[in-house]
Protein backbone atom coordinates (compact mmCIF):
# COMPACT_ATOMS: atom_id res chain seq x y z
CA UNK A 1 0.00 0.00 0.00
CA UNK A 2 3.08 2.47 0.70
CA UNK A 3 4.26 1.54 -2.28
CA UNK A 4 1.25 2.37 -4.19
CA UNK A 5 0.93 5.41 -2.81
CA UNK A 6 4.56 6.31 -3.13
CA UNK A 7 4.36 5.25 -6.97
CA UNK A 8 1.23 7.58 -7.29
CA UNK A 9 2.79 10.37 -5.42
CA UNK A 10 6.08 10.44 -6.68
CA UNK A 11 4.83 9.44 -10.67
CA UNK A 12 2.47 12.27 -10.81
CA UNK A 13 -0.75 10.84 -10.26
CA UNK A 14 -3.63 12.23 -8.32
CA UNK A 15 -5.43 11.00 -5.34
CA UNK A 16 -8.44 10.75 -7.53
CA UNK A 17 -6.62 8.34 -9.74
CA UNK A 18 -5.40 5.92 -7.24
CA UNK A 19 -7.96 3.17 -6.59
CA UNK A 20 -9.97 2.76 -3.04
CA UNK A 21 -10.23 5.44 -0.50
CA UNK A 22 -7.50 7.63 -1.82
CA UNK A 23 -4.47 9.42 -0.11
CA UNK A 24 -6.08 12.15 1.38
CA UNK A 25 -8.27 9.59 3.59
CA UNK A 26 -5.57 7.91 4.60
CA UNK A 27 -3.68 10.95 5.75
CA UNK A 28 -6.95 11.53 7.90
CA UNK A 29 -7.23 8.18 9.21
CA UNK A 30 -3.29 8.15 10.30
CA UNK A 31 -3.78 12.11 11.56
CA UNK A 32 -7.05 10.88 13.39
CA UNK A 33 -5.06 7.99 15.26
CA UNK A 34 -2.15 10.05 15.85
CA UNK A 35 -3.67 12.92 18.01
CA UNK A 36 -5.79 9.71 19.89
CA UNK A 37 -2.05 8.44 20.67
CA UNK A 38 -0.84 11.71 21.93
CA UNK A 39 -3.80 12.60 24.02
CA UNK A 40 -3.99 8.83 25.31
CA UNK A 41 -0.06 8.89 26.59
CA UNK A 42 -0.81 12.32 28.05
CA UNK A 43 -3.21 11.08 30.12
CA UNK A 44 -1.06 8.51 31.28
CA UNK A 45 1.75 10.69 32.07
CA UNK A 46 -0.37 12.80 34.67
CA UNK A 47 -1.54 9.59 36.04
CA UNK A 48 2.53 8.45 36.56
CA UNK A 49 3.41 12.31 37.64
CA UNK A 50 0.38 12.17 40.48
CA UNK A 51 1.72 9.10 41.90
CA UNK A 52 3.21 9.40 45.05
CA UNK A 53 7.01 8.18 45.95
CA UNK A 54 5.69 5.53 48.88
CA UNK A 55 2.80 4.44 46.93
CA UNK A 56 4.95 3.18 43.80
CA UNK A 57 7.15 0.68 44.94
CA UNK A 58 9.45 -1.31 41.74
CA UNK A 59 9.74 -4.99 43.37
CA UNK A 60 8.44 -6.27 39.69
CA UNK A 61 11.78 -6.20 37.71
CA UNK A 62 9.25 -7.39 34.67
CA UNK A 63 8.20 -4.72 33.35
CA UNK A 64 7.87 -5.60 29.20
CA UNK A 65 5.36 -8.20 28.47
CA UNK A 66 5.18 -9.68 24.62
CA UNK A 67 1.91 -12.18 24.24
CA UNK A 68 -0.02 -13.19 21.48
CA UNK A 69 -3.54 -13.05 21.84
CA UNK A 70 -6.60 -15.65 19.80
CA UNK A 71 -10.08 -14.37 20.16
CA UNK A 72 -13.24 -15.77 19.08
CA UNK A 73 -17.11 -15.36 18.94
CA UNK A 74 -18.76 -13.52 17.13
CA UNK A 75 -15.96 -12.57 15.41
CA UNK A 76 -11.70 -13.77 15.34
CA UNK A 77 -9.17 -11.70 16.55
CA UNK A 78 -5.19 -12.70 16.27
CA UNK A 79 -2.88 -10.57 17.43
CA UNK A 80 0.78 -10.06 19.08
CA UNK A 81 1.01 -7.42 21.80
CA UNK A 82 3.65 -5.14 23.97
CA UNK A 83 2.71 -4.14 27.13
CA UNK A 84 5.11 -1.88 29.23
CA UNK A 85 4.51 -1.18 32.76
CA UNK A 86 3.97 2.41 34.26
CA UNK A 87 2.58 2.42 37.63
CA UNK A 88 3.48 -0.66 39.62
CA UNK A 89 1.53 -0.07 43.10
CA UNK A 90 1.95 -2.11 46.49
CA UNK A 91 -0.38 -0.60 48.81
CA UNK A 92 -3.70 -0.49 46.85
CA UNK A 93 -6.12 -2.76 45.74
CA UNK A 94 -4.85 -1.56 41.88
CA UNK A 95 -1.59 -3.15 41.59
CA UNK A 96 -0.32 -1.68 38.20
CA UNK A 97 -1.30 0.33 34.93
CA UNK A 98 0.02 -0.75 31.67
CA UNK A 99 0.12 0.78 28.11
CA UNK A 100 -0.57 -1.95 25.25
CA UNK A 101 0.54 -1.32 21.83
CA UNK A 102 -1.14 -4.31 19.81
CA UNK A 103 -1.21 -5.56 15.87
CA UNK A 104 -3.05 -8.23 14.13
CA UNK A 105 -5.95 -9.50 12.35
CA UNK A 106 -9.76 -9.03 12.96
CA UNK A 107 -12.04 -10.91 10.82
CA UNK A 108 -16.32 -11.35 10.70
CA UNK A 109 -18.81 -12.30 8.64
CA UNK A 110 -18.36 -9.65 6.16
CA UNK A 111 -14.05 -9.93 6.02
CA UNK A 112 -11.12 -9.52 7.28
CA UNK A 113 -8.98 -6.57 8.26
CA UNK A 114 -5.54 -5.65 9.96
CA UNK A 115 -6.16 -3.79 13.30
CA UNK A 116 -3.79 -1.77 15.41
CA UNK A 117 -4.41 -1.44 19.11
CA UNK A 118 -3.20 1.27 21.75
CA UNK A 119 -5.14 0.66 25.45
CA UNK A 120 -4.57 0.90 28.90
CA UNK A 121 -4.79 -1.75 31.04
CA UNK A 122 -5.46 -1.54 34.86
CA UNK A 123 -4.58 -4.70 36.95
CA UNK A 124 -5.82 -5.25 40.29
CA UNK A 125 -4.38 -7.76 42.60
CA UNK A 126 -1.15 -8.49 44.56
CA UNK A 127 -0.67 -11.76 44.02
CA UNK A 128 -0.12 -13.94 40.97
CA UNK A 129 -3.70 -13.87 40.04
CA UNK A 130 -4.99 -10.67 38.88
CA UNK A 131 -8.09 -9.04 37.52
CA UNK A 132 -7.50 -7.00 34.48
CA UNK A 133 -9.40 -4.38 32.59
CA UNK A 134 -8.66 -2.63 29.60
CA UNK A 135 -9.81 0.30 27.88
CA UNK A 136 -8.57 2.15 24.45
CA UNK A 137 -9.21 2.20 20.68
CA UNK A 138 -8.27 -0.09 17.88
CA UNK A 139 -7.28 1.23 14.22
CA UNK A 140 -8.91 -1.10 12.02
CA UNK A 141 -7.50 -1.17 8.23
CA UNK A 142 -7.33 -2.87 4.90
CA UNK A 143 -4.17 -2.97 2.80
CA UNK A 144 -5.88 -5.24 0.03
CA UNK A 145 -9.35 -3.87 -0.40
CA UNK A 146 -9.24 0.06 0.30
CA UNK A 147 -12.14 0.76 -1.68
CA UNK A 148 -14.49 -1.00 1.38
CA UNK A 149 -15.88 2.40 2.24
CA UNK A 150 -16.96 2.79 5.73
CA UNK A 151 -17.94 5.76 8.19
CA UNK A 152 -15.47 5.40 10.85
CA UNK A 153 -12.18 3.36 11.22
CA UNK A 154 -11.11 3.71 14.80
CA UNK A 155 -13.42 1.40 17.12
CA UNK A 156 -13.28 1.21 21.23
CA UNK A 157 -11.40 -1.71 22.81
CA UNK A 158 -12.36 -2.46 25.59
CA UNK A 159 -11.64 -5.74 27.81
CA UNK A 160 -11.95 -7.65 31.56
CA UNK A 161 -10.34 -10.81 32.48
CA UNK A 162 -8.01 -13.01 34.77
CA UNK A 163 -4.73 -12.41 34.26
CA UNK A 164 -1.84 -14.75 35.80
CA UNK A 165 1.57 -13.08 36.30
CA UNK A 166 3.77 -14.09 39.67
CA UNK A 167 5.53 -10.73 40.06
CA UNK A 168 9.00 -12.37 39.33
CA UNK A 169 8.23 -15.12 36.70
CA UNK A 170 7.96 -14.81 33.01
CA UNK A 171 4.82 -16.60 32.01
CA UNK A 172 1.85 -14.60 31.41
CA UNK A 173 -1.64 -15.92 30.84
CA UNK A 174 -4.69 -13.84 29.68
CA UNK A 175 -8.18 -14.56 29.05
CA UNK A 176 -11.78 -12.47 29.38
CA UNK A 177 -13.98 -10.93 26.94
CA UNK A 178 -13.74 -7.97 25.90
CA UNK A 179 -13.68 -6.07 21.83
CA UNK A 180 -12.87 -6.24 19.13
CA UNK A 181 -11.18 -9.54 20.65
CA UNK A 182 -14.46 -11.07 21.99
CA UNK A 183 -13.67 -14.32 24.37
CA UNK A 184 -10.25 -14.30 24.34
CA UNK A 185 -6.98 -16.22 25.50
CA UNK A 186 -3.41 -14.57 25.57
CA UNK A 187 0.22 -16.40 26.73
CA UNK A 188 3.00 -14.81 26.96
CA UNK A 189 6.36 -13.81 28.42
CA UNK A 190 7.08 -11.07 31.12
CA UNK A 191 10.86 -9.60 30.34
Not at 128 to 146: K, N, P, Q, W
Not at 152 to 176: E, L
Amino acid sequence: MIIEIYTYVIGGGTPTTMPGRGIETIINHMRILIIASIIFVAFEIMAVCQATSDSVFSVNNKKNVVYGTLGLYPGTACNINYERQIIHSVKYALSSINIRLGFGLYGDLTGSENMFLLSSSFIFGQGSGHFETGLGAAYLFDIVRMNYDKKTDIIPSINAGYRFQKKTGQFVFRTGIGWPECIHISLGLAM
